[in-house]
């Protein structure tokens, strides 16, 4: 008798806890692979991003937010979108590898400031952008989130593109970025973010380029002792999901998703100006040492050897844009 009541006992909480967590589990996951850390905008915005999801699908919808490369690299990360195996990322110029035209996110010294990149992402061409990376990569755009402009970090100064020949500096694996790197004498180097700390530790490389925030919440600042104020980058990224999973949604969820990402985009807006303000300061604290630059004479060093690397098609949008700011 006790043994059947201890049987009916046992299979009373395990019939309960199956189904708490059926009623637990959203009936759409999304899943977010970044490459960025615990510190960094991106990662905090897309929290917020899942609190508001969660709360106002009233659990029908839930984020993961996976940061520091935790599922894969960014490349990968594209990949297993499109393979619809994850859901979410953040992504910009490495989708050149896909589409020429995405290279415009982040070509060297195309900007000279924040104005020109309002422009270009609010124009005709930021809409050219965002439709073929729908169009041809399967990935929708869903908001935008600020970079800031790229620095390059070093352990020695660099101010003129005559101090750069041989110094081994990683890029992220974008043609133009390869490009730019070669033509002003400097030896450019495809690498994954996550491996960029070690790699300046052991010497593997010399040098990287990334804004601010980056150089700080990864702590370059172990590693890097200049930050040489190239500003050759005015860049922004996207956040993505994919289109075939975005397709997949009922229609109250993807517009309560649109929605959640613009508010998501206002609030990484509002910690990214914030932060802007802070981190050069902090890096000086850290013993970073900043170093003016002769802008003028890297831009014109690279800009016919990243103009010859587009081809046709692309040196005609290159030219319009030029011409209309």
Request: with cysteine; net charge negative.
């Amino acid at each position: 008798m006790k043994k059947s009541i201890l049987y009916i006992s046992v299979l009373l909480l395990v019939t309960l806890l199956t189904q708490c967590v059926n009623a637990s589990k959203p009936e759409h996951l999304l899943r977010v692979s970044l490459w960025a850390n615990e510190e960094h905008t991106w990662y905090k915005a897309f929290l917020h991003f899942g609190e508001i999801i969660e709360e106002r699908s009233k659990g029908r919808m839930k984020v993961e937010v996976y940061p520091s490369e935790q599922l894969a690299k960014e490349m990968e990360s594209i990949r297993l979108i499109q393979a619809e195996v994850i859901e979410m990322t953040v992504t910009a110029s490495l989708l050149s590898n896909w589409i020429e035209i995405a290279a415009f996110c982040e070509m060297p010294f195309l900007l000279r400031d924040s104005a020109d990149k309002d422009a270009l992402i609010n124009g005709p061409l930021g809409e050219r952008i965002q439709k073929e990376i729908l169009e041809r990569t399967g990935l929708r755009p869903v908001a935008l989130f600020e970079r800031g402009p790229r620095q390059l970090t070093s352990n020695r100064p660099i101010r003129h593109p005559d101090d750069l020949k041989g110094l081994i500096i990683r890029v992220p694996s974008v043609p133009s970025f390869v490009t730019a790197w070669s033509a002003m004498g400097a030896k450019p180097t495809p690498m994954a973010f996550s491996e960029v700390f070690t790699s300046l530790q052991q010497g593997t490389i010399e040098a990287q380029e990334n804004p601010f925030e980056l150089i700080l919440s990864v702590g370059f600042s172990e590693v890097q002792k200049y930050v040489n104020i190239t500003e050759h980058v005015m860049s922004w990224s996207y956040p993505v999901i994919g289109e075939k999973q975005y397709q997949k949604l009922p229609d109250d969820l993807k517009e309560l998703l649109l929605v959640a990402a613009k508010e998501m985009q206002a609030y990484e807006r509002r910690l990214f100006l914030s932060n802007e303000h802070k981190v050069k300061e902090q890096l000086k604290q850290k013993g970073m040492q900043f170093i003016e630059v002769d802008k003028d004479a890297f831009s014109k060093q690279c800009e016919n050897a990243i103009f010859e690397s587009l081809s046709p098609e692309m040196q005609i949008v290159y030219q319009e844009f030029m011409d209309s700011r």
